[in-house]
């Protein structure tokens, strides 16, 4: 069973996440891949012909 957020444990959330060594090494790679032109632009993702449900 999947656990709802709620706001007294969103900051626990919060901090565990900023403090996940997985999370902070998957920020680190995509603000290279940005830098590096690796990235893709909000305009031109298609909210129309996919969808994430």
Known sequence: MKKHRTKSNDGK???W???DP???ARIVKARK???EGKGIRL???STSE???V
Request: glycine residues 0%.
């Open 13 to 15: 959330f919060d901090r």
């Open 17 to 19: 996440l900023e403090n």
């Open 22 to 24: 997985r999370f902070l």
């Open 33 to 35: 891949d940005i830098r």
């Open 43 to 45: 305009e031109d993702v």
């Open 50 to 52: 996919t969808s994430l």
